[in-house]
Nanobody, 124 residues
Framework: QVQLVESGGGLVQPGGSLRLSCAAS????????IGWFRQAPGKEREGVSC????????YYTPSVKGRFTISRDNAKNTVYLQMNSLKPEDTAVYYC?????????????????WGQGTQVTVSS
């Protein structure tokens, strides 16, 4: 069964940190491009970050660049999103997604495998 499961979300104060995990089963993440997306209430789902199946090919949307770090642990078949200096506007449901082909990191339609999402709330 092909599956992605996100975890690590929660409630954090502004300026705090969270690390999200995206664990794959039924396929090997090493051969896939992995994207992180987020969706706030009433807003479109937007691309946050992406890591390719080629080492060193990483994307961040400008609003998170310098604060978020995406990484891959092939041994654990897991991709992470380390989120530092969190802001209230980062509040959203965060999703990971995977695709084996060429992808636009901002395009939800380019990704064929999706997780269920994990809630991140940044509030004082």
């Amino acid at each position: 069964q092909v599956q992605l499961v996100e975890s690590g979300g929660g409630l954090v104060q502004p300026g705090g940190s969270l690390r999200l995990s995206c664990a794959a089963s039924g396929f090997t993440l090493d051969d896939y491009n992995i994207g992180w997306f987020r969706q706030a209430p009433g807003k479109e789902r937007e691309g946050v970050s992406c890591i390719s199946d080629v080492e060193g090919n990483i994307y961040y949307t400008p609003s998170v660049k310098g604060r978020f770090t995406i990484s891959r642990d092939n041994a654990k078949n897991t991709v992470y999103l380390q989120m530092n200096s969190l802001k209230p506007e980062d509040t959203a449901v965060y999703y990971c997604a995977a695709d084996s082909g060429i992808v636009d990191p901002e395009s939800t339609t380019d990704f064929g495998i999706w997780g269920q999402g994990t809630q991140v709330t940044v509030s004082s």
